[in-house]
C-alpha cells in the first residue's frame, strides 16, 4: 500500500507533460496489467513509441474516418435502432449501459478485425469475449489493492476474481487469433489492386514497415487489437451510459440537444430519419459536444492512472517520491474541485464548455485529463467524440429515454466506472 494519490493539476502537468520521461508506466503496471501483454497501455519507452506510429498509421489513414463513418452508422441502423424500437413498442425496460458496450465492441470489432460479431441485435446474444471486458475491469482494479502474492496465490489456484481474469484471457484469444489467422491468410492471396481499406490489414502493413525487433507478430498483433478494443469498448459505452442519466436527469439539457439537431443539421430540415451527419458536420453539434464533455468532466470513464518514477522526484506540490512509488492520479476527483469549476463544480452545465462566440471552449488537459495528457494523450479522441455524437444524437432525436423509477445509481468498482447496476430504462418514441 505504498502509494501517493494526487489530484492536484500541477502535479498532473508535471508527471503526464514536464517531466514525462521520469514517469513511465513502470514493472508494477504490467505486473497489474499483464493480460494487455505489449500491447500500447502497458508499453513504454521503444515499445511504446512502436504501438503509438502503428496505431497512428491506422488512425490518419485517409480512408479512416469513412470507415469509421460507415461503420457506426451501419450499427446504428441494423443493430441499434432496431433493439430500441423493439423495446418501445413492448414497453419493456432495457438495459442502456448492456446496450451501449454492445454497441461499442461490434463496432470497434469491425473497425480493427473487419469483424461483426453481431452482439447487438433482437435476441442479444451472449458473446463470451464481449462480457469478459467487464470481468477485466473489475479484477483489475483489485490488483491495484491487494498485496501482489495474494492476488498471484489466487491465480496461480485458479480461485476468486483470478479465475474470471483466467476465463477472461482465453476468451479475448479464441476471439482474437483466429481473425489474425484469416486476414493472413487472405492477405497472402490477393493481389494489391484487389485490397481494401481494413483496420486490420492496415495495422499489419505499418507493423511491418516500423518492427524489426519484435519476433511473435502474431502476439504483437493480439496485444495491439486488445488494447484498441479495451480503449473502444469501455471508455465510449460508460461515458454513453453517463450521458443519458444526466440527460434524463436533466430534462433542459434534453431539449436544448434536439433543438440543436433541427436547427443544425440539413437531413433533419428535410424530414430524413436515417445517417443525421457525417464526421464533418458533426461538428456543428456544439452544444451535444459540450453535453459529452460534461458528463466525462464528472464521470470521466477511466477513473484513475498508475505511474511510477524513474528516479527520486520532489512534485510541485512538495511532495517526495522515490523510485517506483505506486503514483495514482485521480482524474475523478478533478472534475470536482471547486478550485478548478467552480462553486457549481457538481452541477451538470454544458454551458461552461461554450465559449461567447458559441464554439466549443477548449480546457487545458491537465485540468480536463478525461483523454489522459501529455505524449500518452488518448490517439482515438476524435474517433470517440464522432461516435457519441451519433449515437447520441439518433437516440435523442427519435427517443425520450426515462430512467426507471428507483433504479439505484452508483459507480462500479473498477477501473472503468460503470454504473454497477447498469442503467435500467424506459423508450418512448417521438412524434415529429
Same mark, same amino acid.
Given at each position: ?7 492536484d493539476?500541477?502535479? #498532473? ?17 504490467? +505486473? ?23 496505431t ?12 469509421? !463513418? ?7 441502423? +441494423?443493430?441499434?435502432?432496431?433493439? &430500441? ?24 470489432? +469491425?473497425? =480493427? ?18 462480457? *469478459? ?5 473489475? =479484477? ?12 498471484k496465490?489466487?491465480?496461480w ?6 479465475? +474470471?481474469?483466467s ?15 484469416l486476414?493472413? !491468410? ?18 499489419? %502493413? *505499418? ?6 525487433? #519484435? ?10 487489437? @486488445? ?18 442519466w &444526466? ?10 440537444? &434536439?433543438?440543436?439537431? *433541427?436547427? !443544425?443539421?440539413?437531413? =433533419?430540415?428535410?424530414?430524413q ?11 456543428? @453539434? ?7 464533455? !460534461? ?16 528516479? *527520486? ?17 485521480f ?24 465559449? %461567447? ?8 488537459s ?15 479522441? %476524435? ?6 455524437k451519433?449515437?447520441?444524437?439518433s437516440?435523442?432525436?427519435n427517443?425520450?429515454?426515462? =430512467? ?5 445509481i ?7 466506472i ?15
Amino acid at each position: 500500500m505504498h502509494m501517493v494519490l494526487t489530484c492536484d493539476p500541477a502535479n #498532473i502537468h508535471y508527471i503526464l507533460s514536464k517531466n514525462f520521461s521520469n514517469y513511465p508506466k513502470g514493472p508494477e503496471f504490467r +505486473k497489474i496489467f499483464d493480460i494487455l501483454g505489449d500491447g500500447i497501455f502497458n508499453a513504454d519507452s521503444q515499445l511504446w513509441e512502436t504501438h503509438r506510429r502503428v496505431t497512428l498509421s491506422l488512425m490518419h489513414h485517409p480512408s479512416f474516418l469513412k470507415l469509421l !463513418e460507415v461503420t457506426v452508422w451501419d450499427k446504428v441502423e +441494423k443493430g441499434l435502432l432496431p433493439v &430500441l424500437q423493439n423495446c418501445a413498442k413492448t414497453g419493456s425496460q432495457l438495459d442502456l449501459q448492456d446496450i451501449f458496450q454492445r454497441f461499442a465492441f461490434d463496432s470497434i470489432s +469491425k473497425l =480493427v478485425l473487419d469483424h461483426d460479431p453481431g452482439s447487438l441485435s433482437l435476441d442479444l446474444p451472449n458473446i463470451p469475449c464481449e462480457k *469478459a471486458f467487464n470481468d477485466l475491469a473489475l =479484477v483489475l482494479l483489485h490488483r491495484h489493492i491487494l498485496p501482489e502474492r495474494y492476488w498471484k496465490l489466487q491465480k496461480w489456484l485458479g480461485i476468486g476474481k483470478e479465475k +474470471k481474469l483466467s476465463k477472461a484471457w482465453d476468451a479475448f484469444d479464441q476471439f482474437i487469433y483466429p481473425r489474425i489467422s484469416l486476414k493472413q !491468410e487472405k492477405r497472402s492471396k490477393m493481389f494489391d489492386e484487389e485490397r481494401r481499406f481494413v483496420g486490420l490489414t492496415t495495422l499489419m %502493413e *505499418a507493423y511491418e514497415e516500423t518492427n524489426n525487433s #519484435i519476433r511473435d507478430a502474431k502476439a504483437f498483433m493480439r496485444d495491439n487489437i @486488445l488494447n484498441l478494443m479495451f480503449a473502444g469498448r469501455d471508455t465510449t459505452s460508460t461515458a454513453l451510459t453517463w450521458f443519458f442519466w &444526466l440527460i434524463a436527469t436533466n430534462h433542459w439539457a434534453e431539449e436544448k440537444i &434536439l433543438e440543436e439537431i *433541427a436547427n !443544425e443539421l440539413d437531413v =433533419v430540415k428535410q424530414g430524413q430519419d436515417s445517417r443525421l451527419f457525417n464526421v464533418q458536420q458533426s461538428h456543428k @453539434l456544439v452544444y451535444l459536444h459540450a453535453a459529452l464533455c !460534461e458528463a466525462l468532466r464528472l464521470y470521466p470513464p477511466v477513473a484513475l492512472e498508475h505511474k511510477a518514477p524513474v528516479q *527520486a522526484d520532489i512534485l510541485p506540490s512538495g511532495v517526495r517520491v522515490e523510485p517506483n512509488t505506486k503514483l495514482i492520479l485521480f482524474f475523478y476527483s478533478m472534475g470536482r474541485m471547486e478550485s478548478l469549476w467552480g462553486e457549481d463544480c457538481l452541477e451538470f452545465k454544458p454551458e461552461r464548455w461554450i465559449s %461567447e462566440r458559441g464554439r466549443v471552449r477548449h480546457e487545458p488537459s491537465f485540468k480536463f485529463p478525461a483523454f489522459n495528457a501529455g505524449p500518452r494523450t488518448c490517439l482515438g479522441k %476524435e474517433m470517440a467524440f464522432v461516435q457519441m455524437k451519433m449515437v447520441a444524437a439518433s437516440i435523442i432525436y427519435n427517443y425520450h429515454v426515462r =430512467v426507471v423509477d428507483g433504479h439505484p445509481i452508483s459507480p462500479s468498482d473498477s477501473i472503468i466506472i460503470q454504473m454497477k447496476q447498469g442503467l435500467m430504462v424506459r423508450l418512448f418514441q417521438r412524434n415529429r
